[in-house]
């Protein structure tokens, strides 16, 4: 058929009935046409308590074709169908309605019954009725007759309790008789009492039987002839009539009344349970929380041990096995085959196991996590020994699986926005350290280029003292590119995704010496004084970054002190790390910059660069490396003015002495 | 002797390899240019240069190459010349046979020290007559009375420690590895780093006024140790 454009809305009556499943086909195809959604909607009144071991299975293979098909099953309470049906109906807005041709044989009381389709089409004008018609017309389908199908109930209680009520009842006759009333108010007494029974007891034979016994014991007390069963009257048959009336009628109240109340009381636990889960799995964060809060509850209340996948198996994950304290070995759960089942449902969105169409063997129930078209995870119930789940407990089991896919979806996200999150900062940090590094690369290039361009354009005409100083410029000019070329060097030692560095045990006193060597070499005329614990100390470091942070510390300390400056390097042991100090006596650090200096470069940008000239780079490569290290870096002015850079590098942790 | 020597420089970049040349040409060396490693090789066979600067960072050969075969008929010295970080190719090289390293970008002051390091121990060693005693600054190892002082003060070393400075001494000016001065004082199966650094450490404190101020024995970050000269 064309798919047509009009919104139709279907429902299809079910119940135990081979007929419903035929009706849920003519559901399904037609909802297909018409591309919308269809309901499968079961009505639970009192009839339902009473069903037979295959009613139930029928309605429940009605139940599952439903949901194969793409149906939603819902089930309603009420004990009249019609309405129940024609109120859902109204509030979900749907325009067609399918029933299976009830067959009932046309009775003495069925006569004036209307059948649920005329109830429905009265109840719902505005809604298309479709009657499918059963071909399969013997009958051996039958409804249950009510009363005689229903084990009676024994109990204790209940057979005091008539009891007591029926002496009462006599005892307070017996007085009225004393005091000279008449017989008639003996029988209304009676009848009180069968109602009272009616109305306590369970199930119907305490009323029948209280029906039964008033008629013999008014018989024996007040009729005559008194103290004896005999001459049994016309009027008694019709007082016996009556009780019993009276009793069928109260105890079915009494039954409908308890049905319902039981039910609503099973539905407001229901959603208490669900709401108690919602709100615990909002404040869990987790993935691995979330399943263990998940499982709790499921065996809480399913009393089942359940496993819960939060990945394919097949993809190497383990699931999350939970045990339900009564049940033995739960191994089985976390078998290969067990495993391929799971595996089958992640691939394929569906249910499957035991009690299912799929993989029917399986001792355990499966059942995707779905969220939006995506599977999140997958749980399993155990189902030992042929104990399937029945059609109750799958709805509410749906339920907390969509609570739990929630939650797991949430996780999700949130964990995807923190990973970007971290991507973002070292893509930032990247650009950053880019920017920077081209600036302070054109500077000193824009000086060589100015001088060597200078010195060959003006060769004649300049003095051979102002040639020396522009080669000397050169040369310095070089030396810094040289020393910064070197920091960003430094930093591809450190690798990247991991940020770690390899240590070697070093003489921290060695790295020391090298660095302070070198800087003696660029800047012959400064005054660094050092100093080195007593005993040798050893720590594990990458030597030459080490060094290069060193060498920065004591160029940055140079370059802002003006000439006359002295510096200062400590090194020494606090318990297990290993302190640096580079200290000098210059201007220290400005305020402001204080609390920036060491986090990022050039924060600043109204501050020229010039003067800082690269002081971010080398500081920040610095942070970088010592971090690196798992050590720890700081800035301070010195009270008797200066600056104090000082790094921690951890004694522990060192990889092979190889040098 | 007053005839110039003889250096063969393997360079690929031609800046570098210019003004290699002209320092060393102005300081009356005899130089020999070969951009790759075939060329080098072939130029050192037939021309048996005094000193050979070989540079790592080759297209065609790799320099440890070139320095295995030119060691398995000379002794010459060969002085590589490296970027700083790898300072994993400049300890390979230097226990493959490399007499010392330098490293780039290096001043003319510093590759003319080397240079004239470099020659001064082929010389000795052709020379084959032992030191008696050698003196640096304020320090004087006396080897065959084994005595060694600092400011005309005998400092008392351990054997460790005095075979340690005398085999520096007896190289002086030049890098030694680590890993060699292991395998010459502890022998070749065993790892002594630590014992190296802590030995080390001992002599500095015995013969340096600051150990973190070294004016005789001087580290070479990630390759090994290095006893100063005169020359710088």
Known sequence: MDKITETRKFLVCIGSSPTSAKCIYWAEKNAETFSSAWTAVYVESDEGLYLKDSEKKSLQSNMELATQLGGEVVTLNGHNIAMAVAEYAKRTGTTDIAVGKSRNKKTFINIFKLDLEDKLMSLLPDVEIHVLPDHNITKTYRKNPKILLIKPVLTWKDTGITLFTLICASVISLFLNRIHIENENMILMYILSVLIISRVTTGYIYGVAGSVFSVLIFNYLFAEPYYSFIAIQKGDLITFTIMLFVALTTSTLTVRVKAQANYAFEREKRTEILYEINKKLLVTTGLTNIVHLTNEYIIKIFRRSVIFYISDPFNGAEGILMKYEEEEDMDFMMSEAEKAVAHWVFLNQKRAGAGTEVQMASEVFYIPVISRGQVLGVIGLSCMNGSFIDQNNLLFLRMIVSIAAMALERQQLSDKQRIILVQSEKEKMRSNLLRAVSHDLRTPLTGILGASSTILENSDTLDKDTKLNLISNIKEESQWLIRMVENLLSVTRINGESSEVRKCPEAAEEIVAAAIGRTRKRFKDCKINVKVPDELLIVPMDGILIEQVIINLLENAIKHSGVDIEINVDVKKEQDTAIFEISDNGEGITEQDLPYLLDNFNPKKEKASDSSRGMGIGLSICMSIIKAHHGKMEVENNISGGAIFRFALPLEGGTDSES | ?232
């Open chain 2, 1 to 232: 002797m007053n005839h110039k020597l003889l250096i063969l420089l393997v360079e690929d970049e031609t800046v570098i390899c210019n003004f290699i040349s002209t320092i060393l040409t102005t300081h009356n060396y005899n130089v020999i240019k070969a951009n790759n490693g075939k060329d080098a090789i072939s130029l050192a066979t037939s021309h048996c240069p005094d000193l050979i600067l070989l540079d790592l960072g080759l297209p065609d050969m790799d320099g440890e190459e070139i320095i295995k075969q030119i060691r398995s008929w000379s002794t010459l010295p060969i002085i590589v010349v490296s970027a700083r970080e790898y300072e994993q190719d400049k300890v390979r090289a230097l226990d493959l046979g490399a007499d010392d390293y330098i490293t780039k970008p290096f001043g003319t002051s510093e590759l003319l020290a080397r240079i004239r390091t470099g020659i001064r121990h082929s010389n000795k060693m052709s020379n084959n007559s032992p030191e008696s005693e050698i003196s640096i600054g304020n320090l004087n190892i006396n080897y065959e009375k084994r005595i060694v002082k600092v400011e005309d003060k005998i400092v008392h070393l351990t054997p460790i420690e005095y075979k340690i400075i005398t085999l520096l001494s007896k190289n002086i000016g030049k890098v030694l590895t680590h890993e060699s001065i292991i395998k010459e004082i502890w022998g070749p199966f065993i790892n002594e780093n630590q014992a190296l650094r802590v030995n080390m450490a001992n002599i500095r404190r015995k013969i340096e006024k600051n150990p973190a101020e070294p004016q005789y024995i001087i580290t070479e970050v990630g390759v090994g140790y290095r006893m100063v000269d005169d020359e710088g």
